[in-house]
């Protein structure tokens, strides 16, 4: 592969040498969503995070700790308690704050407070101004080694990706970067959720994470880079040679990507965006399955609602959910795991035909809404079979009737 040309990244993250705040930080709260995300920004900033349930249950571990984030209804007894173990204390607290009770709080000792919902920068700035450590702000480990950016992959309203190669070995990897710092506190939590799920992966069919850090307001992602970009290039290059993809091919890909799914939904995980552009390959005959930024792990019985993703590969539960809104309706449609295998059926139509088996129209006199509405019509009530163009080699009953049997309606 040839990597000529490279040019180190800009001294903003040339080396991505982020300021690392080693810190040893307890979390009490009775709120696991916020204790989970907040612990996960904490690591991102070098630091280690325990969560307690009360402060009771912190002062009984005794362990030692440089910083204890604590809700402002759980934090008089850590205040009150008379031990030199006690960390350093910043209140957690709500939009409607007690006013009486902060200050009771700091007249106890604590040292200050944030608002939730709790965001990356004001997670920094406590740990640089509350922290009591002696640990100096440094490097992060396994990354001060230098990587150098060889070219972009591609960028969109996420964030971006580059091929980085590192300098000590020469291996190459994907770099995904998402700005952060001017995004709400609800987004940037999509966007550790995306971290969080994709560190717990571990499957040869899913794009490998490596690590991830922080460099100044952007989340960095670590990842395994796939030559040949995403099975969207392959359709364009077949279209530009005027080529089909072999059957044999497609059979194979569709494998793969089963295997991923299959995974990811044991994992309790939707992907919510599965396209040929998130499906990266082929490298040496193996496809896989990326980006994750709009996942998400549902618990148990629970079903997703929330209308994220693509119109053009959702399932028709999901985009039916898009007309009832429209209607007025107040509860969108649930949906689960099997809107993924439908999404991957218009996957299989646009491998094996070069082209989407729904599109909207693109007539200059139709307004957006208008579009939007036939495209829905048409992906809950056509029904597409894969029809090979004139001119090229019939399609295999295979290839026919697994594309069929994933965009059956469930």
């Known amino acids: 592969m040839e990597l000529g040309g490279s040019t180190r990244f800009s001294a903003s993250f040339a080396s991505f040498r982020g300021q690392r705040l080693e810190r040893r930080v307890a979390l009490v709260s009775t709120e696991q969503e916020l204790s989970s995300a907040t612990c996960w920004v904490l690591e991102l900033l070098g630091s280690s995070a325990r969560s307690f349930s009360s402060a009771e249950e912190l002062l009984a571990s005794k362990e030692a700790f440089d910083l204890a984030l604590c809700d402002l209804d759980l934090a008089p007894p850590l205040l009150e308690a008379a031990s030199d173990a006690v960390p350093s204390v910043v209140l957690m607290c709500p939009k409607r704050m007690d006013k009486r009770l902060v200050s009771a709080c700091i007249e106890k000792g604590a040292k200050g407070y944030v608002s939730k919902p709790l965001r990356v920068q004001a997670i920094r700035g406590v740990l640089l101004r509350y922290a009591d450590s002696e640990a100096s702000p440094s490097s992060p480990s396994g990354k001060s080694a230098s990587y150098e950016r060889v070219r972009s992959l591609g960028s ?7 091929l980085v190669r590192r300098a000590k070995d020469g291996r190459c990897f994907a770099l995904k970067e998402v700005p952060i710092g001017f995004l709400g506190a609800a987004e940037q939590r999509r966007v550790l959720e995306e971290l969080r799920l994709h560190k717990a992966f571990d499957c040869p069919c899913v794009v490998r994470y490596f690590t991830s850090w922080m460099q100044d307001d952007t989340a960095c992602l670590l990842l395994e880079y796939v030559e040949n970009g995403s099975l969207a290039a392959e359709v364009q290059r077949c279209r530009a040679e005027e080529r089909q993809i072999p059957d044999t091919s497609i059979i194979d890909w569709a494998s793969q990507i089963l295997l991923g799914l299959l995974y990811l939904h044991r994992k309790e995980v939707v ?16 496809v896989k399955i ?16 929330s209308l994220v993703g693509t119109l053009e590969v959702m399932a028709p539960e999901r985009v039916k959910a898009l007309k ?11 949906y689960g795991p099997e809107s993924d295998l439908w999404s991957l059926g218009v996957v299989l139509y646009e491998l094996a035909t070069l082209r989407a088996p729904f599109e909207g129209d693109a007539g200059a006199d139709l307004g957006a809404q208008e579009r939007q509405r036939r495209l829905i019509d048409r992906i809950c009530h056509e029904k597409p079979t894969p029809k090979t163009p004139s001119g090229r080699q019939q399609r295999s009953g295979h290839v026919e009737n697994l594309t069929i049997q994933c965009t059956r309606e469930l």
Do not use: M, Q, W, Y
């Not at 009832?324 to 649930?334: C, D, M, V």
């Open 290 to 305: 990326a980006d994750f930024g709009i996942s998400k792990r549902l618990s148990g019985a629970t079903l997703a609602r």
């Open 324 to 334: 009832g809104l429209a209607a007025g309706e107040e509860s969108p449609s649930e």
């Open 156 to 162: 969109g309203s996420c964030g971006e990706v580059s």
């Open 271 to 286: 992907h919510r965006d599965l396209k040929t552009e998130n499906l990266l390959g082929p490298s040496e005959g193996r």
